[in-house]
T-cell receptor, first 113, second 109 residues
Framework: DAGVTQSPTHLIKTRGQQVTLRCSPK?????VSWYQQALGQGPQFIFQ???????QRGNFPDRFSGHQFPNYSSELNVNALLLGDSALYLC????????????FGPGTRLTVL | GEDVEQSLFLSVREGDSSVINCTYT??????LYWYKQEPGAGLQLLTY?????DMKQDQRLTVLLNKKDKHLSLRIADTQTGDSAIYFC?????????FGTGTKLQVIP
């Protein structure tokens, strides 16, 4: 079992650009949550996808959007990048909507210049 | 909004017990969690406790929950150098999860 995988591992963008991050869930998991972890902080919940729909959303602007595919993999899109979007973006997957068996991927480090 | 607070740093000697504390504000929390994050890695779920429990033990880990004071603690018995990491507590309510800022545990050989 490959666990939760994310791509790319690192990314450098400039302000105003758009970025797409990808996540493949652990085998048997159908729910994907995305988090933003700024340096020295805890992860902040962005949103959760289940059955290809956004189910819950944290306090993030509409510049942050996502998608879930029929194979349960997911993408996080961020438009009009700001310097403050620089962070580690973590994907976590669960079998169903509860967070009790949440497995995290290694993350994508995004740097916005 | 919900708030979860932790002390920033804890240093212990190898073989001693470590106690990491967390306070939260949301009285409707359903589950509370402890995660471990090692450098350059994602988060690893260590254990979780349902809000109507006051204690849970899992090998070297003991979780204590004081719901009245909204206080959660994680005790690691016989702390090893491999336990050095950042530990996050988190709580869920209404299908949203809130993490604390993390406690960095340093284990001195």
């Amino acid at each position: 079992d490959a666990g939760v995988t994310q791509s790319p591992t690192h990314l450098i963008k400039t302000r105003g650009q758009q970025v797409t991050l990808r996540c493949s869930p652990k085998s048997g998991h159908d729910t994907v949550s995305w988090y933003q972890q700024a340096l020295g902080q805890g992860p902040q919940f962005i949103f959760q996808y289940y059955e290809e729909e956004e189910r819950q959303r944290g306090n993030f602007p509409d510049r942050f959007s996502g998608h879930q595919f029929p194979n349960y993999s997911s993408e996080l899109n961020v438009n009009a990048l700001l310097l403050g979007d620089s962070a580690l973006y973590l994907c976590a997957t669960t079998p169903g909507l509860l967070f009790n068996e949440q497995f995290f991927g290694p993350g994508t480090r995004l740097t916005v210049l | 909004g919900e708030d979860v607070e932790q002390s920033l740093f804890l240093s212990v000697r190898e073989g001693d017990s470590s106690v990491i504390n967390c306070t939260y504000t949301d009285s409707s929390s359903t589950y509370l969690y402890w995660y471990k994050q090692e450098p350059g890695a994602g988060l690893q779920l260590l254990t979780y406790i349902f809000s109507n429990m006051d204690m849970k033990q899992d090998q070297r880990l003991t979780v204590l929950l004081n719901k009245k004071d909204k206080h959660l603690s994680l005790r690691i018995a016989d702390t090893q150098t491999g336990d050095s990491a950042i530990y996050f507590c988190a709580e869920t309510s209404y299908q949203k999860v809130t993490f604390g800022t993390g406690t960095k545990l340093q284990v001195i050989p």
